[in-house]
C-alpha cells in the first residue's frame, strides 16, 4: 500500500521545496542573533562606562588617585556600577553625575582597579573597565649645585642631579634628565631661580636658590654730573684712568638735589622738571667703556627735593616725609628734602631711572640716602607706612635688584658708617640689607667719627685704625650673605689736611680689613692729592 496526499492537497515532497522551508527560519534566527548584538552595542553604548584621569600602566601620587573620574552615558546607570581595587570592594564618592575615588587611602605599589556596571539584561555582558597603575608617592631626589654667574649681563648655568626625576624645570625652561644629572644655560641672570624635580606620578621637589654674582671690585672716584661737564675736573679723573690708578669712574645718575645728570626719558622725572643736560649718558658710557673703565651710577634715592616739591605742591603729599604735625620734614635738610620711602609711587619712580640707568649701560647702580632721615624717630611721619623702617628699606633694594639685574647691573648700597652698629637711627640693617645687594659701600670718612669710636682717640688723625676697624665690622656683618663690602674713603679736608699719605692709609686699612676696593669722595671731585698708586 503506498501513502497518498490528503484529499484536495497538491503539495509534494521535494528536497528544493525543502530548502525554501528551511531558508526563513534560518533567516529570523540570525535575525534574532543579529538584533541581540545590535541590542548588546546599544546597551554598551548607553552605559558609556568610562574612566578618566587613569591610563593603563600609569603612575600616580596618592592624591592623584582621587582625582581618578567614573562617569556613565546617563548619570542614573551610576547606580549599578561597582568599584574594586585589588579585588577588594571600595567606597566611590558619587557627586556632580560621576564617581571619584576621594577617601580611598593606597599604599605605594602596584594596584589594580576594577570598574564593573551590571547590565539590566541578563542576557546581555556587563560593562567592565580594569586599569593597572602603580601609587608613588616619594618626591625624586634634588640637588642643585652652587649657581654662581660671572656677569649680572649672562649667562649663568644651572646644574646639578635630580635621581628618580623625569624632567627638570628650571624658571620656566623644561630641562631633560639624563642618567640623573640636569643642566641648563639661562641667557639672563635672575636674583632667585626656582629649579624644580617633577617624576612620572607627578611629585615634585624644587629648590628656591639665590644666583650669586660676585663684584669684580674697583678702584674709583666720585664725580658729580656738573663735574664731568668740566673739563677742568674731568680730564684730570681720565688721566688718573690711564695711568692705571682707578678703573672705575662713579657718575651721578641723580643726585642729592633731586636732578637727574641727563635727559632722563621716565614720565615722572620729565613732568617735574628733574632732568639736567649735563652729559649724554650713552656717549659718556662709550667713551669710559672704551677706555676699558667701569661706569657706576649713584642714585641718591629718597632725599629729593625736585620731586619732594613738586608732590607737596600738586597734592601728592604722601610722597613726602612728614613731621608729626603733618608737614613736611625738614630738620637740616630743607623743606621737601625727604621723599617718603614707603610710598609706592616714590619707590617706582627711582625704580624707573634704574632701570633705564642699567638699559644704558650703567654697569653699577649704587644707591645712596637709601635710608629714612637721621632724627627721633617719634617725630616722623611716613604715610603708608606697614612695617618697620628698616624693612621697608630692604624691600626696596630687594625689588631693586629684581629690576636691574635682568638688564645687566650690579647693585649697591652706600651706608652710614655707624649702621654697623646703630642701623636703627637711619633705617639701615646691615645684614638684612646685604641679602639683596651685590655690595655695601660703607662711609667710613675718619672725619665723621667721634672721638672714642672703636677705641681710636682722635680717629680723624688716625685713618688707618679707624677705617681698619669699621670695615672689619661691616666684612663681619655681611659675612655668607654674598655681598662685597666697598667702602667710601675720605679725600677731603674736614678738620684735619688730608693729602697722599692719609688717602693710601685707608686704602691700605680696607685692604688689610678684606675690602680691597674702594671709592673716594672729595664733593668738589678734586683728586690731585688723593696720591694713588698704579695698579
Known amino acids: 500500500m503506498s501513502h497518498s496526499a490528503p484529499r484536495g492537497s497538491t503539495a509534494k515532497f521535494s528536497p528544493r521545496k525543502m530548502k525554501r522551508v528551511l531558508i526563513p527560519v534560518v533567516g529570523v534566527v540570525v535575525l534574532l542573533l543579529i538584533a541581540g548584538v545590535v541590542t548588546t552595542i546599544v546597551h554598551s553604548r548607553a552605559i558609556g562606562l568610562a574612566v578618566t584621569d587613569l591610563t593603563d600602566g600609569t603612575f600616580v601620587t596618592p592624591s592623584g588617585v582621587e582625582r581618578v573620574s567614573i562617569t556613565t552615558a546617563d548619570p542614573r546607570e551610576l547606580d549599578r556600577v561597582t568599584v574594586h581595587v585589588d579585588g577588594q570592594p571600595v567606597k566611590a564618592r558619587r557627586a556632580d553625575g560621576r564617581m571619584t575615588l576621594t577617601g580611598v587611602k593606597l599604599a605605594e605599589g602596584k594596584h589594580t582597579l576594577s570598574v564593573r556596571a551590571d547590565n539590566p539584561l541578563p542576557w546581555l555582558p556587563d560593562a567592565e573597565v580594569r586599569r593597572e597603575f602603580t601609587v608613588d608617592a616619594t618626591p625624586p631626589a634634588l640637588d642643585v649645585d652652587v649657581v654662581e654667574a660671572k656677569s649680572p649681563r649672562g649667562p649663568v648655568t644651572v646644574r646639578g642631579s635630580a635621581d628618580g626625576a623625569d624632567s627638570v624645570l628650571i624658571g620656566d625652561q623644561r630641562v631633560p634628565v639624563r642618567d640623573g644629572r640636569f643642566e641648563a644655560s639661562l641667557a639672563s641672570v635672575p636674583t632667585m631661580v626656582r629649579v624644580q624635580a617633577n617624576d612620572a606620578a607627578g611629585n615634585a621637589r624644587h629648590h628656591d636658590l639665590p644666583v650669586k654674582i660676585t663684584h669684580p671690585g674697583m678702584r674709583g672716584v666720585h664725580m658729580s654730573a656738573a663735574a664731568w661737564a668740566t673739563a677742568s ?303
Open 233 to 535: 675736573l674731568r680730564d684730570p679723573v681720565l688721566a688718573l684712568a690711564r695711568e692705571g690708578r682707578i678703573d672705575t669712574v662713579q657718575l651721578d645718575i641723580k643726585d642729592e638735589s633731586g636732578e637727574i645728570g641727563y635727559d632722563s626719558q621716565v614720565p615722572l622725572a620729565r613732568q617735574i622738571g628733574a632732568n639736567r643736560n649735563y652729559y649724554d649718558a650713552r656717549a659718556v658710557l662709550d667713551e669710559l667703556h672704551g677706555l676699558g673703565l667701569r661706569v657706576v651710577g649713584r642714585l641718591v634715592a629718597f632725599r629729593d627735593p625736585v620731586l619732594g616739591k613738586a608732590s607737596w605742591e600738586s597734592g601728592a603729599r604722601d610722597r613726602v616725609s612728614q613731621n608729626a604735625w603733618g608737614a613736611p620734614w625738614s630738620a637740616h635738610y630743607g623743606q621737601y628734602a625727604f621723599t617718603n620711602f614707603a610710598n609706592p609711587e616714590v619707590r617706582e619712580y627711582n625704580i624707573a631711572i634704574a632701570k633705564e640707568a642699567a638699559a644704558l649701560g650703567f654697569d653699577d647702580i649704587l644707591y645712596d640716602y637709601v635710608r629714612r632721615p637721621d632724627g627721633p624717630i617719634g617725630q616722623m611721619v611716613f604715610p603708608g607706612l606697614t612695617t618697620t623702617p628698616e624693612q621697608s628699606i630692604v624691600d626696596f633694594l630687594r625689588d631693586n635688584r629684581a629690576a636691574v639685574r635682568p638688564l645687566g647691573a650690579y647693585l649697591g648700597a652706600s651706608v652710614f658708617g655707624i649702621a654697623a652698629h646703630s642701623g636703627h637711627d637711619v633705617a639701615q640693617d646691615i645684614p638684612a640689607i646685604s641679602a639683596h645687594v651685590d655690595y655695601v659701600a660703607p662711609m667710613v670718612y675718619p672725619s665723621h667719627w667721634g672721638s672714642g669710636e672703636y677705641g681710636v682717640d682722635n680717629p680723624n688723625a688716625r685713618p688707618y685704625e679707624i677705617v681698619k676697624a669699621s670695615v672689619a665690622d661691616f666684612v663681619r656683618l655681611t659675612q655668607g650673605t654674598g655681598a662685597t663690602v666697598i667702602p667710601w674713603l675720605q679725600a677731603f679736608s674736614l678738620g684735619h689736611a688730608y693729602g697722599p699719605g692719609e688717602v693710601k692709609a685707608q686704602v691700605v686699612a680696607s685692604a688689610d680689613a678684606g675690602a680691597p676696593s674702594f671709592l673716594l669722595w672729595n664733593a668738589a671731585c678734586t683728586y690731585g692729592s688723593a696720591g694713588l698708586e698704579p695698579a
